[in-house]
T-cell receptor, first 116, second 109 residues
Framework: GAVVSQHPSWVICKSGTSVKIECRSLDFQATTMFWYRQFPKQSLMLMATSNEGSKATYEQGVEKDKFLINHASLTLSTLTVTSAHPEDSSFYIC????????????FGSGTRLTVV | RKEVEQDPGPFNVPEGATVAFNCTYSNSASQSFFWYRQDCRKEPKLLMSVYSSGNEDGRFTAQLNRASQYISLLIRDSKLSDSATYLC??????????FGKGTTLSVSS
C-alpha cells in the first residue's frame, strides 16, 4: 500500500529557531499534500493544502509567513515552522493523495514539536 | 457550528460490551464519510468507510443517514485493543478530510 514517511518523529527546539518537517511519498506521486496540526484533546485541524509546483493554500488563521510549505516535487513536501514559539508546540501530520485518488488519503506518522 | 461534531466521551466499557458512537456533520454537500482510529501520539488510521446502505466489518458496523446528516459506529464484543480515539471524518470534493474531535474509548478487563 501507499506509504508516507514523515521526519522527524519528534523535535525539541528553542524559541526563535526554525524547524523543518519533511513528508515523502514512497511509492506513489503525491500531487496534493495536506498539513494538519493537532493540539492535545483536539481534532486534527487543516493548516494548508499544497499542490505540487504551486503555492500552498492556507486555512484562515494560519500565518503563511510563519508556516512555510514547499511542495517542489511529487514525492516531497516540507513544512518549516519559522521563529517557533511555545504556542507552536503541537502534533503536526501530513497527508498525501495522488491525482487519481487510487490510494485515498495516506498519513505520515506525525511530528511532535516541543518549543522550549 | 462545528463542521463535524462528536461526543468526546470518554466511554469506559468492560470487555465484551457493545458501544456506539455518534457523529453529525453540518455540510449537506459532504460526499464521503469515514471512521478513523487514532492511538495516543500516533497518526490516524482508516478504520472503515461509511456507506448509505450501512456496512459491517467484523465487529464494527457503520451507518450513515444523509437526511439527518448523522453517522454512527457500533463496536460489538469490545476488546482491550479497541481502546483508542475514534474520529468521524467527512470529505467534500476538492477539499481535505475534515475531522471531528474524536470520541475516546477505554475498554477494561
Amino acid at each position: 500500500g501507499a506509504v508516507v514517511s514523515q521526519h522527524p518523529s519528534w523535535v525539541i527546539c528553542k524559541s526563535g529557531t526554525s524547524v523543518k518537517i519533511e513528508c515523502r511519498s514512497l511509492d506513489f506521486q503525491a500531487t496534493t499534500m495536506f498539513w494538519y496540526r493537532q493540539f492535545p484533546k483536539q481534532s486534527l485541524m487543516l493548516m494548508a493544502t499544497s499542490n505540487e509546483g504551486s503555492k500552498a493554500t492556507y486555512e484562515q488563521g494560519v500565518e503563511k509567513d510563519k508556516f512555510l510549505i514547499n511542495h517542489a516535487s511529487l514525492t516531497l513536501s516540507t513544512l518549516t515552522v519559522t521563529s517557533a514559539h511555545p504556542e507552536d508546540s503541537s502534533f503536526y501530520i501530513c497527508s498525501a493523495r495522488d491525482l487519481e485518488f487510487i490510494y485515498g488519503y495516506t498519513f505520515g506518522s506525525g511530528t511532535r514539536l516541543t518549543v522550549v | 457550528r462545528k463542521e463535524v461534531e462528536q461526543d468526546p466521551g470518554p466511554f469506559n466499557v468492560p470487555e465484551g460490551a457493545t458501544v456506539a458512537f455518534n457523529c453529525t456533520y453540518s455540510n449537506s454537500a459532504s460526499q464521503s464519510f469515514f471512521w478513523y482510529r487514532q492511538d495516543c501520539r500516533k497518526e490516524p488510521k482508516l478504520l472503515m468507510s461509511v456507506y448509505s446502505s450501512g456496512n459491517e466489518d467484523g465487529r464494527f458496523t457503520a451507518q450513515l443517514n444523509r437526511a439527518s446528516q448523522y453517522i454512527s459506529l457500533l463496536i460489538r464484543d469490545s476488546k482491550l485493543s479497541d481502546s483508542a480515539t475514534y474520529l468521524c471524518v467527512v470529505y467534500q470534493a476538492g477539499t481535505a478530510l475534515i475531522f471531528g474531535k474524536g470520541t475516546t474509548l477505554s475498554v477494561s478487563s
